[in-house]
């Protein structure tokens, strides 16, 4: 069962903006695409509708394998890690990745284990009582990436996530979300305008024109990123 299908999906926004033009596609489980395309193509506009935090202005979109709320959006299925790590700073790492399960009436000892989980998952389990100003760029990437999949999401979508980090960290990251790929089976929406890391991460690039949004290939690569 697909994860995700859009069909003909255009976002107009209300200023005029045409931000995505007839986009179709179909996430089949367990991928790894890689969205690339140049700044303001439509990207996160995209990864947005996909997550159900914004809406088409024309088309459909489902997730055929997901729990769907009162709202017709998937509940829990859907992790999401923006650019910025976006910490709470007055949490402690360990309060951070246990937020989505105390919002899902989770209480913190339940939560405990599967929280340490995550945080070991990410190399972090013995960070959890540092707050988000103790840790560098890349640690707080980590957090939120361990935040995103605590509730065990179907699908996990990434908008740029390490734009803002040196090269090295940033590569040491894509490894890491590799990894947490390989293990978990979860699938993956990676947001990027880099030709170079949407090829080293995903078995699948779907590519989009600058102008106006649309998808302009999609290219299936046989062999996974290992
Ligand atoms: P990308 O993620 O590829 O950089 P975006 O999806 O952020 O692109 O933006 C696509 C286009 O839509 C851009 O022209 C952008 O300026 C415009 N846009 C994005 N969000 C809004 C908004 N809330 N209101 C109006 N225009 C927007
Ligand atoms: P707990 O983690 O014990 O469930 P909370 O998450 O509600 O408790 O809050 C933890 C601490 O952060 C508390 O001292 C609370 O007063 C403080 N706090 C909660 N929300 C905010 C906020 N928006 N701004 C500043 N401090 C906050």
Not at 19 to 40: N, Q, T, W, Y
Not at 138 to 145: A, D, E, L, N, P
Not at 188 to 196: A, P
Request: proline content about 5%; glycine content about 8%; charged content about 20%.
């Amino acid at each position: 069962r697909l994860v995700v299908t859009m069909q003909n999906v255009s976002k107009m926004f209300s200023n005029g903006t045409l931000a995505l033009k007839d986009m179709s596609l179909d996430v089949r489980p367990g991928e790894f695409i890689s969205l690339l395309g140049p700044s303001g193509c439509g990207k996160s506009t995209a990864l947005r509708i996909i997550a159900g935090l914004g809406q088409a202005s024309t088309g459909t979109i489902d997730w055929p394998s997901s729990k769907i709320n009162s709202k017709g959006l998937p509940e829990g299925d859907v992790g999401f890690v923006f650019q910025e790590p976006t910490l709470m700073p007055w949490q402690t790492v360990f309060g951070n990745v246990y937020l989505p399960l105390k919002l899902r009436g989770v209480s913190k000892s339940a939560a405990r284990e599967k929280v340490m989980e995550n945080l070991a998952s990410v190399g972090l389990a013995d960070f959890a009582e540092a707050y988000p100003r103790e840790l560098s760029g890349g640690m707080k990437m980590r957090v939120s990436i361990a935040r995103a999949l605590v509730t065990r999401p179907k699908l996990l979508l990434m908008d740029e996530p390490f734009a803002a980090l040196d090269e090295i960290t940033r590569q040491k990251l894509n490894d890491d979300v590799l990894d947490l790929w390989a293990r978990t089976g979860v699938t993956v929406i990676f947001v990027t305008h880099s030709v170079y890391e949407s090829a080293y991460l995903s078995n699948r690039i779907v590519v989009m024109r600058a102008r106006p949004g649309q998808v302009f290939s999609d290219l299936e690569i046989d062999q996974p990123a290992e």
